[in-house]
């Protein structure tokens, strides 16, 4: 059972303009959240998380926005670069509420930049 | 570059067979997570060690095993080898077992079994 979705497998920007990547979570447990990049033959590296106490969280052209009474969050990437071509995975955790702080991933969804 | 290695970076082998997957965590962090991620599919937790302990497991099954030695390396062992074992494992590292404590993720093994 998959409780971590993102339905778009891929996504074409161009450079410059915005990307949105969604995700969307099925376990009401889940209180931290994740978003993960992926160049081939790498491992995912992290690139921005937040709190469901929180609603949005910016780190420089990255903000995650997270929608908990929709279950939902989307990472915006403004402006948008060739070097962000990648898969990008959401994933989530429930520590606060389990103890254990292993995440769920999505299936990811593959951001082409085009320049 | 993570700083946590994993070997070897291609296993090829067959049905009925067993392997074992190195993992070497960051310097200085204690816990590691292997997940698992299939064709097409996201990363599934498999288990996770915290300083030579059992801290959690998902979706492991009963022919895979792991364990954390001493000096903090880890091995993932896969034994009875199907078809559908096919996959990356990626081991990951953190200092903690704290939510924000953030997990690096190693290259990962590709397995293949024919």
């Known amino acids: 059972d998959q409780q971590v979705k993102q339905n778009s497998p891929s996504l074409s920007v161009q450079e410059g303009r915005i990307s949105i990547l969604n995700c969307d979570y099925t376990?009401?447990?889940?209180?931290?959240f994740l978003w993960y990049k992926k160049y081939p033959a790498e491992g995912p590296t992290f690139l921005i998380s937040i709190s469901s106490i929180k609603d949005k969280n910016e780190d420089g052209r990255f903000t995650v926005f997270l929608n908990k009474s929709a279950k939902h969050l989307s990472l915006h990437i403004v402006p948008s670069q060739p070097g962000d071509s990648a898969v990008y995975f959401c994933?989530?955790?429930?520590?606060?509420?389990?103890?254990?702080?292993?995440?769920?991933f999505g299936t990811g969804t593959r951001l082409t930049v085009i320049p | 570059d993570s700083g946590v290695t994993q070997t070897p970076k291609h296993l090829i082998t067959a049905t009925g067979q067993r392997v074992t997957l190195r993992c070497s965590p960051r310097s200085g962090d204690l816990s590691v997570y292997w997940y698992q991620q299939s064709l097409d599919q996201g990363l599934q937790f498999l288990i996770q060690?915290?300083?030579?302990?059992?801290?959690a497991k998902g979706n492991i099954l009963e022919r895979f095993s792991a364990q954390q030695f001493p000096d903090l390396h880890s091995e993932l062992n896969l034994s009875s080898l199907e078809l559908g074992d096919s996959a990356l494992y990626f081991c990951?590292?953190?200092?903690?077992?704290?939510?924000?404590?953030?997990?690096?993720f190693g290259p990962g093994t590709r397995l293949t079994v024919l």
């Open positions: 376990n009401s447990m889940f209180d931290y």
């Open positions: 990951a590292s953190s200092a903690g077992t704290l939510r924000n404590n953030e997990q690096f």
């Open positions: 994933a989530a955790s429930s520590a606060l509420q389990t103890g254990a702080n292993n995440l769920f």
């Open positions: 060690y915290y300083n030579g302990e059992e801290r």
